[in-house]
């Protein structure tokens, strides 16, 4: 039991914490790291300045790592999030390591399996504690959605589908929708069916003059022989958020735009026709729309990394080793890609990248 869930527990100090980059997601960690009350709020490092006015105090803005460090122990951060464009993820970490500050890590980790080891090397060997912020699995219908799925509510999983579609976002300049937003999918395909990616095929396309991919279709095999497909775009004229579990008992789809969970039932139909007895297909059954518990997503993941960070069990944070996964998979993606070939895809190992608890 956390502190959190025990009455009789001493009130828990908030951590001291801090966000780098002040962009698209590093305004809205900002924001909860100011108002949420799970921690008091250290500072914020942009070397643009608070150009969206995230921060109420602008003594509270800094223009490097450095200079947020610099500062008496008592006003340094204890956690800072990682919240700049993916390849400047190693430094900032680095920098932030070194001053003994425990990091979240905005996904995907970084931009090549070879850097996102490096940066697991980093945290190690500081003694800190990392995680990844893959915040979908914060969303409330995903997570209604995997709880149903491993209590056997569809029985056998036969496949999981994800659609990730939308027009493309301004903010974007240094990777294609493989590492920005299918690291999302290729993290959640493992994690909402109960284990790891062993094969997958991908094609991609370049619609937008730019020399990053625009769209990815990826199809796979995890462990136990279920399948998988994920389509992401940067192309579609609206956004489209849908996970799909199908199983032998039915259905489960997940709407992460409105975080809702809808559970569609294998019917029950009879038949007199000998002929059509012999068939084995399902029918349409009941369809129930369940009423969930909505939380902010990005809020519930600040909540796991401090409960991490202190220590709690099963805090419910995203590993490193979860995070180099998710890259991992992206670079198979992009290799299948342009091979042309279905790529075998080896599991992380533990050992090499043992994080600190």
Known sequence: MSPADDPAAPPVRPLRGAVVGLGM??????????????????????????????????????????????RPADERPEIAIVAVPTEEHLPAVLDLVAGGVHVLVEKPLAESPAVARELIAAVRAAGVHGAVGHVERCNPALRELRRRVLGGQLGQVFHVATERLGPFPARIRDVGVVKD???????????????????????????????????VNVVGRLEDGTTFTTMVDWLSPTKVR??????????????????????????????????????????????????????EPLLVELEAFCALVRGDEDPGAVTLDEGLAAVDLADAVLRAAASQETVRVLPVRATDTEEIR
Not at 40 to 62: I, K, M, N, Y
Not at 272 to 289: C, M, P, Y
């Open 242 to 295: 849908q996970t799909r579990v199908l199983g032998e008992r039915g259905m489960l789809v997940a709407d992460t735009l409105t975080a809702d969970l809808t559970f569609y039932a294998n019917g029950e139909v009879t038949s007199e026709w000998d002929a059509a007895r012999t068939l084995r297909g399902v029918s349409e059954g009941d369809v129930t729309r369940y009423a969930l518990s909505r939380r």
């Open 181 to 215: 937003l299918a690291t999302h999918d290729l993290d959640l395909v493992g994690w909402l069916g109960g284990s790891g990616v062993t094969t997958l095929a991908a094609q991609t396309q370049h619609r937008m003059g730019r020399p990053h991919e625009d769209l």
């Open 25 to 70: 997601m590093g305004r809205h960690h900002a924001r909860l790291l100011q108002t949420a009350g799970v921690t008091t709020f250290a500072g914020a490092v942009d070397p643009e300045g608070d150009r969206h006015g995230a921060v109420g105090d602008p003594a509270l803005v800094f223009p490097t790592v450095h200079r947020l460090l610099d």
